[in-house]
């Protein structure tokens, strides 16, 4: 079992630029989360999918920020254009969903917007 | 709104001292408590979580809803703990689990 993928790991991209990232979640698992994770931060989240539909994208900035998850399993973050403040990692995570709240994450992307 | 709060960025001992990570929430119900680890050059990954009641790797965290604590505690420090340690918090609603909160995480670093 790979566990949940993510590509690219690093990504070195001019401001203004757009940029996007992929996450294959575990096998079965339904509930997909993204996180940032800034220097010296810990994870925050920006969104969760519970299959397909997004739950809670409270805290993901709609201006420049999406997300996809169009069959329910692979998922993709998208910014439009970057910013010099979006450098950061951006961190994939599932769970099996429900109550059962073990989130398994990622290696992450770690993002330089220069 | 859900806070966690990991007083400590850095946490330096001995091998073969105690350990305890310090770790305070607030949240207005019931959360589900973790502690999550990332050694170097990993992914982030489950350590222990209040509901098991369990020792991972030697650790155990209890749950003091009294003082909003769950402090995580090893007896004895040996090198291979040397890593990241983040408390993270989980409420639920609309009858699942929402996303984690994390705490700023403490380094630790174990010393021979």
């Known amino acids: 079992e790979a566990g949940v993928v993510q590509s690219p790991r690093y990504k070195i991209i001019e401001k203004k630029q757009p940029v996007a990232f992929w996450c294959n979640p575990i096998?079965?698992?339904?509930?997909l989360y993204w996180y940032l994770q800034n220097l010296g931060q810990g994870p925050e989240l920006l969104i969760r999918y519970e299959n397909e539909e997004a739950v809670d994208d409270s805290q993901l900035p709609k201006d420049r920020f999406s997300a996809e998850r169009l069959k329910g399993v692979d998922s993709t973050l998208k910014i439009q254009p970057a910013e010099l403040g979006d450098s950061a990692v951006y961190l994939c995570?599932?769970?099996?969903?429900?109550?059962?709240?073990?989130?398994?994450f990622g290696q992450g992307t770690r993002l330089t917007v220069v | 709104a859900q806070r966690v709060t990991q007083p400590e960025k850095l946490l330096s001992v001995f091998k073969g001292a105690p350990v305890e990570l310090k770790c305070n929430y607030s949240?207005?119900?019931?959360?589900?408590l973790f502690w999550y680890v990332q050694y170097s050059r990993q992914r982030l990954q489950l350590l222990l979580r209040?509901?098991s009641r369990e020792s991972i790797k030697g650790f155990t965290a209890d749950l003091n809803k009294g003082e909003t604590s769950f402090h995580l505690k090893k007896p004895f420090a040996q090198e291979e703990d040397s890593a990241m340690y983040y408390c993270?918090?989980?409420?639920?609603?609309?009858?699942?689990?929402?996303?984690?909160?994390f705490g700023k995480g403490t380094h630790l670093i174990i010393q021979p």
């Open positions: 209040h509901i």
């Open positions: 949240y207005s119900g019931s959360p589900e």
């Open positions: 995570a599932s769970s099996l969903g429900g109550e059962l709240t073990e989130a398994f």
């Open positions: 993270a918090l989980s409420g639920h609603s609309g009858g699942g689990a929402d996303g984690l909160t």
């Open positions: 096998s079965g698992h339904n509930t």
